[in-house]
């Protein structure tokens, strides 16, 4: 071999090493996980991944929507539930369903369903919050009540589709003496700008199973293929399930538009003990490489549409048509890895961080009697400042210190301005209960005691070391205004 060629060789082969392209790095394992990922209020759940954290909200039942935050899919089972609106207009006040969040134009929306309370669901319609900025728990304010032509009655979970540059609203209503799915024009996140068209009607024999029912509908998307994933059946029976609407005509308001899958994409299964497994949500993995179902379903062949039905969730497949392939229903318990790309540990607590001081809510010097007193203290990663957040399943916590084990409590259940916030044993009573009500962007929130309506107030707005806890009438200010972050 010539010196020239080695050169040219040696040169080559140097060429080659340089343009050798990287291997992608492999995602990062998902944090173990089991459902349920809520185990109470737990019907109708939506999870969105957004700036490093999940956020998931469910049906109430009430005039609440709570959130829950949590850095993994398996925090969502212990993380705090905020309130992050409340309403109070008689006609939509109550019996709030299935909510979900969308994010459009740089802000959130909130879309659920609400009417007059009672037992009568007759008057349940489909009704919009926008968030101020990007924050997913809001602060959100009232927009709009989603009605048109041809669907001015009952209307319950609206969600949002989009073909090319246009939004569409479908949603589920009696237009026929079937329940079904309806579709309308949307000329912004909140205002109709057509009427209704139904777009499916329960005609296949598991779409009939205790009731004729359309619901649920949700949007799914893959290599340009436009899907509608959809409950079926009576929500009250063990065959609530989910189907497919495949959109394979060119005007997304025309039911010869839509063409329906023959058989069901996702049902129970008695051998894993899940029954009335349906509407369901869709989110990505952090890192973006995993496609992920949530959804409700019972334990039991003879539950029903309340607050038994638990939140699951799992990953998913797609078939070679880029239709999903959800598999069967996993069995409660069962462990599993979370979605790839989570890196931040599952929290088991919280600090609950004054936003006037900056210092944590303490129980003084880690003492486990009844009666000790509850404080601000500078955040030291002690255990007495480390509190567990409970959901109660009624829209309230109790906040249990990991150091004593003990709840946070107002002192004799007294509703006067400046009566102590202390800890004491777990009676199960409405004064050792709190609401987390979402307050300002930035996770502030205010800690309103079930009983009273009071607020925990840092005293005189002290900044040092040792300033009382206490509660007091709400005063605007940030002396009243906590963070929860993970401990």
């Not at 992608?24 to 209020?41: D, E, F, I, L, Q």
């Not at 909130?110 to 602060?139: C, F, I």
């Not at 024009?185 to 209704?196: A, E, I, R």
């Not at 916590?397 to 007294?414: P, Q």
Request: charged content about 15%; overall charge neutral.
């Amino acid at each position: 071999m010539s010196s020239v060629f080695r050169r040219l060789l040696a040169l080559l082969l140097a060429v080659a090493v340089v343009f050798v392209p990287a291997l992608p790095a492999s995602a990062a394992p998902g944090r173990t996980y089991a459902n349920p990922v809520k185990p109470v209020k737990g019907a109708d759940p939506w999870i969105q991944f957004h700036d490093g954290n999940y956020y998931m909200i469910s049906t109430s039942w009430t005039s609440e929507l709570t959130m829950r935050k949590s850095p993994t899919l398996a925090g969502l089972a212990t993380a705090p539930s905020i309130q992050v609106y409340r309403e109070t207009v008689a006609d939509r006040c109550c019996n709030i369903w299935a909510p979900e969040m969308h994010f459009l134009n740089g802000r959130w929306y909130l879309y659920y369903t609400a009417g007059a309370g009672g037992s009568n669901y007759d008057s349940q319609r489909l009704h919009v919050l926008e968030s101020a900025g990007s924050d997913p728990l809001g602060p959100y304010t009232y927009k709009n009540r989603i009605q048109g032509g041809g669907a001015t009655g009952w209307l319950i979970d609206g969600s949002i589709l989009k073909v090319g540059s246009a939004l569409y609203v479908i949603a589920s209503a009696f237009t026929t003496a079937t329940q079904n799915l309806v579709i309308a024009p949307l000329s912004n996140p909140y205002t109709v700008s057509g009427s209704f068209t139904t777009i499916s009607t329960p005609t296949l024999g598991w779409e009939r199973q205790g009731g004729d029912v359309n619901e649920g509908p949700a949007a799914l998307y893959r290599n340009g293929r436009t899907m509608i994933v959809y409950s079926a059946s009576a929500c009250w029976g063990p065959d609530y399930k989910l189907g497919l609407l495949t959109l394979t005509g060119s005007n997304p308001l025309s039911a010869s538009s839509w063409t329906k899958g023959g058989n069901p994409v996702f049902q129970r299964s008695d051998a894993n003990s899940v029954y009335g497994p349906g509407h369901h949500g869709i989110f990505s993995s952090p890192d973006g490489t995993e496609s992920w179902i949530v959804y409700h379903a019972n334990d039991g062949v003879g539950e029903g549409c309340d607050n038994n039905r638990t939140t699951r969730a799992q990953k998913f497949t797609w078939n070679s048509d880029n239709t999903p392939n959800f598999g069967t229903p996993m069995r409660l318990g069962t462990t599993a890895p979370g979605p790839a790309g989570e890196t931040a540990s599952t929290p088991a607590s919280y600090r609950v961080v004054n936003r006037n001081s900056g210092k944590c809510l303490d129980v003084a010097d880690g003492n486990a009697a009844d009666g000790t007193n509850v404080r601000q203290w500078a955040c030291n990663g002690a255990a007495a400042q480390h509190w567990r957040i409970e959901d109660q399943g009624d829209d309230t916590n109790r906040l249990v210190n990991v150091a004593t084990g003990k709840a946070l409590d107002v002192a004799d259940c007294s509703s006067a301005d400046g009566a102590d916030i202390r800890q004491w044993t777990w009676l199960n009573n409405t004064c050792q209960r709190f609401r987390l009500v979402y307050t300002a962007t930035g996770g502030w929130v205010r800690l309103v005691n079930a009983a009273t309506g009071k607020v925990a107030d840092v005293a005189a707005c002290g900044t040092g070391d040792g300033a009382d806890v206490r509660q007091w009438s709400w005063l605007s200010n940030t002396c009243q205004q906590w963070q929860v972050v993970p401990a």
